[in-house]
């Protein structure tokens, strides 16, 4: 998709320092999710690289994705890479085999093409508008589809401080592929409550006439007219919600991941309508 001199990583970083807050287990469901969604690629690749991108203040949630992508791909290595060059000092200490951490941003400095790349809740300081350039140069990093393969993936999202509610887009090298929507399922009021948790693409949008609001109002229906099975508990309320749901919403996945508290939904589905 580009040419070696675009992959050649610049002599400044691109990108801008974050918060920096994290917390140990945060991205739980992201990286569940990626393992069972994505560890099939990994597995197949040579040299299955994944980059956990902006981990923060602190190195928790790159040495967690390195102990959830092996259970699916125990070949897998992580490399984190932050922007702020203290966070990437501090974290040298937790570096071992099959984990590093590296200095960087948008430009991924590691060689070859990564078969994952996270960025959870580093785009959400940036303006709407700059979203679209970011993930066009983040996948033209990941490893190429070929015969054999679907090509490298790229998570981006956004979670609250203790990973209860969190919603992600998943994209190819080719681009955004799916939506998916995780939450613990006795914190939960009704699934629109999700909202504020939207990436930046889609934050802006949960309003009358796109997408995504249209999705997050019949999704509220259908949980409430799923009522009758909250005696059985919060997550046979959402399985059958998300089942109704689906009769209208092009939702990928199954009955499997529904017990988990996610959905997932094809992208072109809740892509923004209307130009900014």
């Known amino acids: 998709m580009t040419s070696r001199a675009a992959t050649r990583p610049p002599s400044r970083p691109v990108g801008t320092v974050t918060r920096g807050t994290t917390n140990p ?25 994944a980059v956990d991108l902006g981990y923060g203040a602190a190195p928790w949630t790159a040495v967690e994705l390195l102990h959830r992508l092996r259970t699916a791909a125990p070949h897998a290595r992580v490399v984190g890479v932050e922007i702020e060059p203290a966070r990437v000092a501090a974290a040298r200490p937790y570096a071992r085999e099959g984990l590093d951490f590296r200095h960087g941003g948008f430009e991924i400095p590691v060689r070859g093409r990564p078969q994952l790349i996270r960025a959870a809740n580093v785009l959400r300081q940036y303006d709407e508008a700059e ?23 790229l998570v ?8 209860r509610r969190h919603v992600w887009v998943a994209l190819g090298p080719e681009g955004p592929r799916t939506v998916t929507f995780a939450t613990r399922l006795g914190s939960l009021n009704r699934p629109s409550d999700l909202a504020e948790r939207l990436p930046k693409a889609l934050i802006h949008r949960n309003v009358p006439g796109e997408a995504v609001h249209a999705f997050l109002r019949d999704f509220d229906r259908a ?37 988990q508290g996610e959905v997932t939904v094809a992208w072109e589905a809740l892509a923004p309508r209307r130009p900014r």
Do not use: F, K
């Open 131 to 153: 979203v679209a350039a970011v993930w066009e140069r983040l996948c033209a990093r990941l490893a190429p589809a070929d015969g054999h393969s679907r090509g490298g993936l």
């Open 25 to 49: 287990n945060r991205l739980r469901r992201m990286d569940r999710w990626i393992a069972a969604v994505h560890g099939a690629e990994l597995r197949r690749a040579p040299d299955p690289v």
């Open 223 to 259: 949980w409430a007219a799923a009522a009758p099975y909250a005696s059985y508990g919060a997550r046979q309320r959402w399985i059958r919600a998300v089942r109704d749901l689906a009769a209208d919403w092009p939702v990928a996945d199954g009955p499997g991941r529904w017990r």
């Open 156 to 163: 981006e999202g956004t979670c609250d401080e203790i990973g």
